[in-house]
């Protein structure tokens, strides 16, 4: 019998646990539930018609902006879309996820540190694709990085750090970060200005660039020069409206409706303009003109809509294998094979080819092996293949897409496409090729990476070839007797200031002759004629040299008081020597042979230099008319300086080899691995079918001569020399050259070949022919009775 | 892999036929009794000898006796060139085709298939030429038509050993025609890249055939019957 009592002074588990659990359950729920909300997007109803836009816009701090008042903050996209759409979702997308622990993917194109000055071209991701470098590997902190990219940012990421991200030599409290500009590839209005964005990011505005680039409000102002202890709520500086004018913003008013919400036309897939304006490319020396747009943008097809995604902005890049690392591919549907040929993928679904119109290619008479060892784009895509592989410039390394008076664009870094390479499903892939260019501290057969400030700082003015020019015609255009703008004359190109105080050269109309030495000589041009510094006189006669003399005077207290000039001037001409004493002009008679033309030089104690040094002259003269900023020379100058200041082996990566002292101390080039050359595939712009690879038929390729396979890259970059690495397409391949020399010639007697074939086949198909009716005759007895 | 297997077992199969027609043909049978049964044993030993004596220096000589004798008769004169670079094609295409096909999983590549294509095509000629010169002596005739007419299972019980022959030279010479066509087609600019795989496929299965046709002709022709 049960014992009552001992019932009765039991704990009651149950009242105590039901709730304990039901508690759990929905602690659980609604942490799974928060969780699971954060993690997932909203589930689409189904409507394909996008929603109007006409929002509130809201600051930084969650405010609602109202335009009319004074001193409106710039609008924060983060607050502003988020009532709708989860900014922290959207933060994994793959344009802000560079810096998240995510798979790489295939690599991509690189960010690349380019430092003219120093011959550097560095290529760098945040990404652990193969052979880039980690920014930090630099020293570039979130800030320095945003500085140098950040104009073609889409915002996101290193752009907005986490406040113990920052650097203490930052300076985000003043420029503020640079949210996820959403308008930045969702704005359908052509009021849309990603070069304002360039503007405002080089401004250091950052919280501003947004507002600016999407034409909601016009940014005035520079972050860059405020002082570091400026924030926000400091607001404008009541003293200083010239130069450093802390940034604000004035909103189109005639955009906000009277609740102050704005109408922004935004496009659920972005338009193909604002994913070019990052992604576009072109091939170097191109004319515009010629230029033929990819060939599904010519079907009316947009970037987005293969490039798709959802709010989690988990691009499908396209490229086969994608399936296996972003959910969002949907099993590859979206690469060329999945649209154009269908077929069961790695992960076993099979997809239904066609999609969005896309043809069936037949591919006549191509033999399997293409298929397995090839991708689509090797034929389709890129441009064909030439005898030297050609350049092309992209948006975010040459800095295209950023228009205005000046022209933002590099030549730098020297990009070469295509070249054939083999991907991670080991099928060739048309890539670009950059070749690294940095110097660095030899250890053994490792290198570290040198900083171009630091080697910038070693060089001095090895790097600065130009600088004692810049500072002469500088001198000279100051002074009033020089009626024009000097400029020099070496080597047949004529060498001026330009409107950003740098120097540019012209070639000369009359050029240099050959097998003389080059003589450099200031000139003045003025109305599109050019007269010498100084005019031909007598020296000898008082009366007529007067005038001349008082203009050398000038000339001569113009190189006297020139910033970092190396001694005091002096001007020779026939046999009379003039220079400055005591803020007068002394003339002398020299004991020297007589100079034929006005010549100016300095003198430092007892010696007498040439205006321009020798070095300076040839180096400019090297350089002039190439995009090149570096010479052999300067090189192994830079290499002497750098082991005087501190001693140790030091080298510089540059055109595919590594460039050290010798023994004797000469410049000596070397093969070495890290001067590889560094690749990743691309995949557009895609050429339509008649202008495939191969559609001339086998010879395309397959040939003793065939660029395709035998197409010379030449190792390019900032340093100029003769001993820059040439590479063939075969070995960017691993392939073999003799055997594709080989197999590309067989192709000369294909032809001859099939035929032979074809009449091999034609007499044993008779023979059996023969064989067969005969044997048919005498079975069914009708030879017999013909007999 | 499926061809693989196919491969491998017809191979082997085609061999262990012959050979152990070979051994059993070796055994001497009692006066009055029934005929000896076959023993794994025996026939190890047999072939382990068969396969020694085939490794012979006299060996070579001798398979250069019988070819300039058999030569001598069918091929005289500079056919006998033709007829040695047919046979030799035929070894290059099939020992590495099949060495491929089997071992490889890429498949033929490189300078063994660039050797493949060339002589492939001079097997074309060659087999052409053979044929125009030897097909009438492959002629079914009266008798042999008879024995068509008692097509019955086992089908190949009352075939005579020249029938057999006949039947192995015009079955080389057909799937040695679908060898040419395969690898003509996959040349031309007529079929879309789809066909090419079967059009492989056809290829490596023809090959077997004629490879196997060729075994056995080649065991029924050349080698010597075994002295019981």
């Not at chain 1, 501290?441 to 020019?469: F, N, Q, R, W």
């Not at chain 1, 090189?635 to 460039?659: C, D, N, Q, T």
């Not at chain 2, 059993?24 to 794994?40: E, I, L, M, N, Y």
Request: charged share 20%.
């Amino acid at each position: 019998m049960r014992d009552r009592t001992a019932y009765r002074n039991k704990p009651k588990w149950d009242t105590i646990l039901c709730p304990a659990i039901i508690l759990s359950i929905l602690a659980f729920l609604v942490f799974t539930g928060a969780a699971f909300a954060s993690t997932n997007p909203p589930k689409w109803a189904g409507s394909r018609v996008s929603p109007v836009h006409q929002i509130p816009l809201r600051d930084e701090y969650n405010q609602l902006i109202v335009p009319t008042e004074t001193s409106p903050l710039p609008f924060s996209a983060r607050y502003s879309c988020a009532p709708c759409h989860d900014y922290d979702v959207i933060k994994g997308g793959w344009h802000f996820n560079a810096t998240a622990d995510v798979p790489p993917g295939r690599p991509g194109e690189p960010w690349i540190l380019l430092d003219e000055r120093t011959g550097t071209q560095i290529p760098l991701s945040y990404r652990p694709w193969k052979g880039m470098w980690k920014p930090a590997a630099l020293g570039l902190s979130n800030w320095d990085f945003t500085l140098l990219f950040g104009r073609h940012f889409p915002g996101g990421s290193v752009a907005e750090p986490a406040d113990g991200e920052m650097t203490p030599e930052s300076r985000w409290n003043v420029s503020g970060k640079i949210e996820i500009n959403c308008l930045g590839c969702h704005n359908a209005s052509r009021m849309q200005n990603p070069s304002e964005w360039a503007k405002q990011v080089l401004r250091e505005n950052f919280r501003w660039a947004a507002t600016a680039a999407s034409g909601l409000g016009e940014v005035g102002g520079m972050s860059s020069r405020l002082r570091p202890t400026w924030d926000l709520f400091d607001g404008p500086n009541p003293d200083d409206s010239e130069w450093a004018v802390a940034p604000s913003v004035k909103y189109n008013r005639a955009l906000f409706d009277s609740k102050h919400r704005v109408f922004l036309d935004l496009n659920y897939k972005a338009d193909d303009a604002r994913c070019l304006a990052c992604h576009s490319s072109a091939p170097a020396g191109q004319v515009k003109r010629d230029f033929d747009d990819d060939v599904h943008t010519a079907a009316g097809i947009k970037c987005a809509e293969c490039h798709r995604n959802d709010l989690s902005h988990a691009m499908v890049r396209g490229y086969e294998g994608e399936g296996g690392l972003n959910p969002a591919a949907a099993g590859e549907d979206f690469t060329c094979r999945g649209c154009h040929l269908g077929g069961e993928t790695a992960g076993g679904k099979f997809i239904v080819p066609g999609r969005l119109g896309a043809p069936r290619p037949v591919h006549k008479g191509l033999p399997e092996v293409h298929f397995k060892r090839l991708n689509c784009t090797v034929c389709h895509s890129g441009p064909l293949p030439a005898k030297e592989t050609p350049r092309v410039r992209t948006a975010r390394a040459n800095r295209l897409g950023i228009f205005g008076v000046a022209d933002w664009s590099t030549e730098l870094p020297f990009i070469g496409e295509p070249v054939y390479v083999r991907d991670a499903n080991k099928k060739l892939a048309p890539n670009r090729v950059v070749w690294p260019a940095y110097w660095a501290k030899v250890s053994g057969k490792s290198l570290a990476l040198l900083k171009p400030t630091d080697v910038s700082a070693a060089a001095g003015e090895i790097l600065l070839p130009e600088t004692p020019v810049i500072k002469i015609l500088a001198a000279l255009n100051g002074l009033n007797e020089v009626d024009g703008t000097a400029g020099l004359s070496y080597g047949g190109r004529l060498y001026e200031i330009n409107i950003d105080g740098g120097l540019s050269s012209t070639a000369a109309a009359e050029p240099a002759q050959k097998n003389t030495a080059p003589v450099a000589q200031i000139l003045v041009r003025k109305d599109g004629q050019f007269t010498p510094l100084v005019l031909d006189f007598d020296p000898a006669n008082a009366e007529t040299a007067v005038e001349p003399e008082a203009r050398i005077q000038k000339i001569l207290e113009g190189l006297t008081a020139m910033d970092g000039a190396p001694g005091r001037p002096v001007l020779i001409f026939k046999g009379w020597q003039y220079r400055i004493a005591e803020s007068a002009l002394d003339k002398s008679e020299r004991k020297e042979p007589p100079a034929a033309s006005p010549e100016i030089l300095w003198i430092k104690g007892d010696r007498r230099e040439p205006l321009i040094p020798a070095f300076n002259l040839r180096t400019m003269a090297a350089l002039a008319g190439s995009d090149q900023t570096l010479t052999e020379e300067q090189v192994e100058l830079v290499l002497k300086a750098l082991a005087s200041k501190a001693p140790a082996e030091y080298a510089h990566i540059a055109a595919g080899r590594m460039f050290r002292l010798g023994k004797k101390g000469a410049l000596e080039a070397v093969s070495h691995d890290a001067a590889s050359p560094l690749t990743w595939p691309i995949a557009h712009r895609v050429r339509p079918a008649r202008q495939a690879l191969g559609v001339n038929g086998c010879t395309d390729c397959h040939s003793g001569g065939s660029k395709f396979f035998f197409a010379r890259t030449r190792a390019a970059g900032p340093l100029k020399t003769d001993r820059a690495v040439v590479r063939s397409a075969v070995s960017f391949m691993g392939l073999t050259m003799p055997f594709h020399k080989l197999f590309g010639l067989s192709f000369l007697v294909r032809p001859w070949f099939k035929v032979a074939l074809g009449i091999a086949a034609f007499l044993i198909i008779s023979i059996l022919a023969v064989l067969f009716l005969t044997t048919l005759g005498r079975a069914s007895g009708l030879i017999e009775k013909r007999r | 892999m499926l061809f693989t297997i196919i491969t491998i077992l017809a191979l082997l199969g085609v061999l262990f036929r012959q050979t152990a027609l070979r051994y059993r043909d070796s055994q001497t049978p009692a006066a009055d009794g029934p005929a000896p049964k076959f023993a794994w044993n025996g026939y190890g030993a047999w072939l382990a000898a068969r396969a020694k004596s085939a490794f012979q220096f006299d060996t070579v000589r001798k398979a250069g006796a019988e070819f300039e004798r058999w030569t001598a008769r069918y091929y005289p004169g500079w056919m006998k060139w033709l007829f040695a670079a047919f046979v030799l094609c035929f070894l290059y295409l099939a020992g590495s085709g099949f060495f491929f096909a089997v071992f490889i999983a890429r498949g033929i590549y490189g300078l063994p298939l660039v050797g493949h294509v060339v002589l492939g095509g001079l097997f074309a000629v060659l087999l052409a030429a053979l044929l125009l010169w030897r097909a009438r002596d492959y002629r079914f005739d009266e008798r042999e038509e008879a024995v068509f007419e008692r097509v019955a299972c086992p089908v190949f019980k009352n075939v005579s050993k020249a029938f057999v022959r006949k039947l192995l030279f015009w079955t080389f010479a057909f799937f040695g025609l679908v060898l040419i066509l395969t690898a003509l087609l996959s040349m031309l600019p007529i079929l879309p890249a789809d066909a090419q795989p079967t059009l492989i496929l056809f290829h490596k299965y023809s090959a077997l055939i004629a490879l196997l046709a060729a075994v056995v002709f080649v065991d029924m022709t050349f080698i010597p019957a075994p002295r019981p």
